[in-house]
Structures are given as structure tokens and as C-alpha cells.
Nanobody, 120 residues
């Protein structure tokens, strides 16, 4: 499975962005997919994950009610809709395929990351 994240950019606080994670590989639809982020000087942290069917989602407490993860297996793409963005959401965002957990070690495949910058 190969993943490519896109959609990052510069946005003002309170604004929205939608990230996309495009996947290649015939087995993609069987994997859970997660979004993680890493701010400068900080460890990579879990943001959200979705199961293979798109029916089960998990979110970090810090983004609940603001972010929404979804997937389109027909187009082999996973999305992260980010609303009400805050400066503390600034980070490089990565998508990954693996298990439906919040642990970095449980994800075997990673995209290259896309930078999200939220200005105050």
C-alpha cells in the first residue's frame, strides 16, 4: 500500500481545510486508516482513524467535534475534514494504514505528510 497526503496549507484560526489521502494497492480497502500529526519539536500524535467500511471512527479528544474522518474505498481515498481550526492544530499531517488504534507502531504504511499552518 502506498499513500499520498495532500490538501494542507495556510488558514486563519476558525477556518477549515480538507486533507486527502490517496492510496494505491489492491489491499487498501482492507486496512484501517489513520491520520496523525507532528508539530515542531513534538512527538507524532494520533488525530483520527476509520475502519475498513467507514462505519467506525476514533478521534483524539483534542479534535472531537471539529474534525471528521471518512473514506471512499471506490476511489481509494480517505479524507480528514478539519473545521474550527486553532493555532495549536499547526503540524505536518500524515495518513497511515494499519490497525484501528491510536498507536503509531500499529500502522505499517505511511504517506509523506502535508503541512497545515493555522495563523492566529
Amino acid at each position: 500500500v502506498q499513500l499520498q497526503a495532500s490538501g494542507g496549507g495556510l488558514v486563519q484560526a476558525g477556518g477549515s481545510l480538507r486533507l486527502s489521502c490517496a492510496a494505491s494497492g489492491s489491499s487498501f480497502s482492507y486496512y484501517y486508516v489513520g491520520w496523525f500529526r507532528q508539530a515542531p519539536g513534538k512527538e507524532r500524535e494520533f488525530v483520527a482513524a476509520v475502519n475498513w467500511s467507514g462505519g467506525t471512527m476514533n478521534y483524539a479528544d483534542s479534535v472531537k467535534g471539529r474534525f471528521a474522518i471518512s473514506r471512499d474505498n471506490a476511489r481509494t481515498t480517505v479524507y480528514l475534514q478539519m473545521n474550527s481550526l486553532r493555532p495549536e492544530d499547526t503540524a505536518v499531517y500524515y495518513c497511515a494504514a494499519g490497525a484501528l488504534t491510536s498507536r503509531v507502531v500499529d500502522y505499517a504504511y505511511w504517506g509523506q505528510g502535508t503541512l497545515v499552518t493555522v495563523s492566529s
